[in-house]
């Protein structure tokens, strides 16, 4: 079991930089990779970004196309914590926001949420 709790949404105007979190506790270990995904409100959930991990500590990074250039993962390994940086937000990037990790069975394990609301 891998436990996620993410934090860092709220209101923010656009143009304006935010960072959301996701502290993950239990079988970290075993996670191959995190992921973020988001849901505005009457649409379906979709990918914004993911980092993943091989055996030799390489790591890869890929992004919605929307979001390059403007969002950012990251991960602290020491803290068990990825990020999403997002600059230059859009009230299209309005959403609730969901970290995800896998553990090698695909993206099974989610967090609660986090808010995210860009005002124009």
């Known amino acids: 079991q891998v436990q996620l709790v993410e934090s860092g949404g709220g209101l923010a105007q656009a143009g304006v930089p935010l960072r959301l979190s996701c502290a993950a506790s239990?079988?970290?270990?075993?996670?191959?990779?995190m992921a973020w995904f988001r849901q505005a409100p009457g649409k379906e959930r979709e990918f914004v970004a993911r980092?993943?991990?091989?055996?030799?500590?390489?790591?890869?990074?890929d992004y919605k196309d929307s979001v390059k250039g403007r969002f950012t993962i990251s991960g602290d390994n020491a803290k068990n914590t990825v990020y999403l940086q997002m600059s230059s937000l859009k009230p299209e990037d309005t959403a609730v926001y969901y970290c995800?990790?896998?553990?090698?069975?695909?993206?099974?394990?989610w967090g609660q949420g986090t808010q995210v609301t860009v005002s124009s």
């Open positions: 980092i993943s991990w091989s055996g030799d500590n390489t790591y890869y990074k």
């Open positions: 239990g079988r970290t270990f075993a996670t191959r990779a």
């Open positions: 995800a990790a896998d553990v090698g069975r695909g993206f099974n394990y």
